[in-house]
């Protein structure tokens, strides 16, 4: 099993930024084994999407509409996942979700919900102008 709890949304100005967090633990997750972790969102009245991806080796992916305004990062430890949201826009409305794919496997071509079992409870983030 893995456990994820995320923080840090809030309400911002277009134009600001926001840091999320989640915290991963678990008797399923050995940060020394291949991983994948990532970002989604759920806007109002849209469906689910990936936002950024990253595995135990740092290598990341990120969707085109976040690309050069979206970090995603974790900490040594390997223990904590970061989003650092930066030059937000409207459209970035939603609820963001951390996900963990299956322990033990790498990314590959996997940035679809399905391919993620495990979901925190999500933070909302609400931009406006």
């Known amino acids: 099993q893995v456990q994820l709890v995320e923080s840090g949304g809030g309400s911002v100005q277009s134009g600001g930024s926001l840091k999320l967090s989640c915290k991963i633990s678990g008797s399923s997750y050995k940060p020394y084994n291949p991983y994948c972790v990532a970002w989604f969102r759920q806007g109002p009245g849209k469906e689910r999407e990936a936002v950024a991806r990253?595995?135990?080796?740092?290598?990341?992916r990120y969707i085109d509409s976040v690309k050069g305004r979206f970090t995603i990062s974790q900490d040594d430890a390997k223990t904590s996942l970061y989003l650092q949201m930066n030059d937000l826009k409207n459209d970035d409305t939603a609820m963001y979700f951390c996900?963990?794919?299956?322990?033990?496997?790498?990314?590959?071509?996997?940035?679809?919900?399905?391919?993620?079992?495990?979901w925190g409870q999500g933070t909302q983030v609400t931009i406006s102008s």
């Open positions: 990253i595995d135990r080796d740092g290598y990341t």
């Open positions: 996900a963990s794919g299956q322990p033990g496997l790498w990314c590959h071509d996997r940035f679809s919900a399905i391919n993620f079992p495990y």
